[in-house]
């Protein structure tokens, strides 16, 4: 343990139990022994709805190996759980933030301590009482002002489809009801790369001629990860004003593209009486891979990492492996860490937007740790179909000196450069 | 001609339980106890409630013996004690001492079913203070203030608001020489922890603990309940000391995965005192010639596979006579061990007398 320098006492008179110390004992440390386990501190948190299963840990320590941020750093439920038994405020602490809600802890934890409950329910009275990490404060009122954690503008959400070279049906110009709703959210409509895979998935589903709209400049962000990094208030207002207008269209299913999306419509929109039937693209699309005319042959080896939100939380493994391997030429290699095991590039629970944050308090970021595991298997790209990832993946190539040695493609640009449009 | 009776020692849960199922099999059972009536330790010591069901004790026994208190085929022996035994298996003539008077008691097989006794905190060390300070006690100290439903710290009649168990006192200790885990107590002080949170809802409990043994459902039914709906405290790291602080206890132990040493303040310490062979138990041994193990419990003979029979053909023992047993192992044995003794007298009829 480290020594506190501002906790370095020097005495000119120390006398302990009636006994006068010699001189050199008089440098008196930093608290070493235990005097009270202050049961408030952990009680604070269980007493949250949602916080419940924080009282439950028994220290097992099965969390530590598997979470991502203790792999970089130092961190994980036990730990967490352990401080607050010896008092600490977890409303106030750096550790408050770290988690990335990607739920490996809670796959392996016996006692089903359910960080991905605990730590929007404690960041929620964090963000009551304004602390917040000022990067992650600006995304909120961002997200709040423009509907977006980007800041752009409302009205241009839709302006990427004037790239996408084929006609993209947006629903409240074609004003009939369609098949697949397709809820782009904000990285696939704002974001360069982000982008790019929305201009890709266009394109796919113009060649498979699917009878789908989009909700344009109408759409607000699902706010998923705004809720897990503790902005209830504003999940809640922007998931009624989706709700709201999906309600105004008639559809059979909806598409997400953004795993965080899914999980929203999946798993609390219902609880706020928007019960639709969602699916990931990828999900959408395996099945019908093998009705694409695919003109080239890519010659990669293909590494793929599994969205916690779509893999752990969604429990889809399969359809983005299906995408993939259905892609002529391209060979599939697995990292040591996937499907259920796979590792967290960061960016879930609002780890998107605490990267300078976070930098205080790992060796290396998450998404840095996995683009070395990716290099390791010798894969030419890495495959990924969150929005989220492309970014995050593509500064960690350049940050671990990997460029030219990796690429990053969302899985629907690499079906497009196989189609050859 | 062998005698058929079956004479049982000790009527605790399993000498009960061993009575109930001769007579239920129409076979006549002699059951001995020391005091003037029966139960055994729960009976004697006053548990409050059973682990881990919660059931009241006084209920829970009285409605186990009420077959064996009118019943043509159970002759209880109440104020007894054995002195002296002969014979072999079909027939044992055993000495007693029965309201003060010498009995004879003719058996054609023997269950001795004389338990344990708690841990005596004060008799090999005085680490915890146990005969120093008024506010240390023992598990059977505090199972008594629960059954009487007044839960206060000795040294001044008031209601304690911090609390802590120090498990392992008196077991798995080689310098006291009960290398053993005793089976209960880590259920049993959460199940004390359980009714102090019930009792005094503002009353922190602390279990201090080497490792927590809750096999079977124990885990579920009282270890998960304590931690996750009482919000018992579980700390690894065992007490050292007990030293008094103004009219606190100061507790002093290392807190182990933080590897620090702490020293909490609290109004009552209870040490989750455990299991050792009642003086009955060493007694019938020697009575019986019957071999023990280097504890001074019965020693079984078949291994895991028969937890009953012992050195001396005819004599079973049941229940924690053979070593730390909860409720469910002494009712078990006992069972076994009426059916075995059972066979014996039937088998030992076809030998000529």
Redesign the interface.
């Known amino acids: 343990m480290p020594v506190d320098k501002s906790q370095i006492i020097e005495k000119e008179k120390a006398i302990v139990d009636g006994i006068e110390l010699s001189a050199e004992w008089n440098r008196m440390f930093e608290q070493r022994v235990v005097f009270d386990y202050d049961t408030d501190a952990l009680d604070k948190v269980t007493s949250l709805a949602g916080g419940e299963s924080m009282g439950w840990c028994y220290q097992c320590g099965q969390c530590i190996p598997v979470c991502p941020v203790d792999n970089v750093g130092e961190y994980g439920p036990r730990k967490i759980f352990r401080n607050l038994q010896l008092g600490a405020d977890l409303f106030n602490d750096d550790d408050l933030w770290k988690c990335t809600t990607c739920m490996n802890c809670l796959r392996v934890c016996p006692k089903e301590v359910d960080m991905i409950k605990i730590m929007p329910a404690v960041r929620e009275e964090a963000v009551l009482n304004g602390n917040v990490p000022d990067e992650l404060q600006e995304v909120f009122e961002k997200t709040f002002e423009y509907g977006n954690p980007l800041g752009e503008s409302q009205r241009k959400r839709a302006d990427w489809i004037k790239e996408a070279g084929v006609d993209v049906p947006v629903m409240k110009e074609i004003r009939r009801p369609v098949d697949i709703l397709w809820f782009v959210e904000c990285y696939p409509a704002y974001h360069a790369r982000g982008k790019d895979a929305s201009k890709a998935l266009a394109r796919i589903l113009h060649q498979l001629e699917v009878d789908y709209g989009i909700l344009g400049a109408e759409e607000k962000c699902t706010c998923d990860s705004q809720r897990l990094a503790g902005e209830t208030g504003l999940f809640e207002e922007f998931a009624e004003h989706n709700i709201r207008l999906l309600n105004k269209y008639k559809f059979n299913k909806i598409m997400v593209t953004d795993p965080h999306a899914l999980n929203a419509f999946r798993k609390e929109y219902p609880k706020l009486g928007g019960e639709f039937d969602t699916i990931h693209y990828t999900t959408f699309l395996a099945p019908l891979m093998e009705k694409l005319n695919f003109k080239n042959t890519l010659n990669y080896k293909v590494t793929f990492h599994d969205p916690c939100y779509l893999g752990r939380h969604n429990g889809e493994f399969d359809a983005p492996r299906q995408c993939i391997e259905a892609i002529p030429g391209v060979e599939l290699i697995e990292m040591g860490r996937c499907r259920e095991q796979s590792y967290c590039c960061g960016g879930g629970g609002g780890g998107m937007w605490l990267d300078g944050f976070m930098a205080d308090h790992v060796r290396e970021r998450l998404s840095e740790n996995r683009v070395r595991e990716a290099v390791e298997t010798g894969a030419d790209v890495l495959a990924v179909c969150c929005p989220y990832e492309v970014s995050r993946f593509e500064d960690a190539v350049k940050s671990t000196g990997n460029e030219g040695k990796l690429i990053v493609r969302d899985i629907v640009e690499l079906i497009v450069e196989a189609l050859g449009e | 001609m062998a005698n058929q009776n079956i004479l049982i020692i000790g009527g605790g849960p399993a000498g009960i339980e061993a009575a109930k199922g001769i007579a239920a099999l129409g076979y006549k059972a002699i059951l001995v106890e020391k005091r003037d009536r029966l139960g055994g330790t729960p009976d004697e010591a006053q548990y409050a409630a059973l682990t881990p069901d919660f059931r009241d004790t006084d209920e829970a026994l009285g409605e186990m013996m009420a077959p064996v208190l009118d019943n043509e085929n159970v002759n209880i022996l109440y104020n007894t004690l054995i002195t002296g035994a002969e014979g072999s298996i079909g027939n044992f003539n055993v000495k007693a001492l029965s309201l003060g008077k010498e009995i004879e008691i003719k058996a054609g097989a023997v269950i001795i079913s004389t338990g344990f006794q708690h841990f005596d905190p004060g008799r090999e060390t005085q680490k915890y203070g146990y005969y120093e300070h008024d506010d240390v006690i023992t598990l059977t100290d505090a199972e008594k203030m629960l059954k009487a439903h007044n839960f206060v710290r000795p040294s001044n009649g008031e209601k304690p608001k911090r609390v802590c168990f120090i498990q392992c006192v008196g077991s798995r200790d080689r310098q006291i020489g009960n290398e053993y885990c005793s089976k209960v107590c880590c259920g049993i002080a959460s199940k004390q922890s359980i009714e102090i949170r019930r009792l005094l809802p503002d009353c922190?409990v602390?279990i201090f603990y080497i490792d927590?043994r809750m096999y079977g459902y124990w885990e579920n039914e009282i270890?998960?309940v304590a931690?996750?709906q009482h919000?018992v405290?579980?700390?690894?790291g065992m007490a050292t000391e007990i030293v008094k602080k103004g009219d606190k206890l100061l507790v002093k132990g290392e807190?182990t995965?933080?590897r620090?040493?702490?020293?909490?303040?609290m109004d009552l310490v209870i040490l989750s005192v455990g299991m050792e062979p009642s003086e009955g138990t060493k007694q019938m041994a020697s009575v019986f010639g019957l071999k023990q193990n280097k504890y001074h419990f019965i020693e079984t003979t078949g291994g895991v596979l028969d937890t009953v029979s012992t050195s001396v053909p005819g004599v079973f023992a049941a229940g924690a006579a053979t070593g730390p047993a909860d409720l469910e192992d002494s009712v078990s044995s006992a069972g076994l061990a009426a059916m075995k003794a059972i066979a014996a007298v039937r088998q030992s009829q076809k030998i000529p007398a």
């Not at chain 2, 405290?233 to 690894?236: E, G, I, L, S, W």
Request: proline fraction near 10%; hydrophobic fraction near 35%.
């Open positions: 922190k602390f927590m270890y998960w931690q996750e919000k405290n579980y700390v690894k807190d995965t933080l620090r040493p702490m020293e909490v303040p």
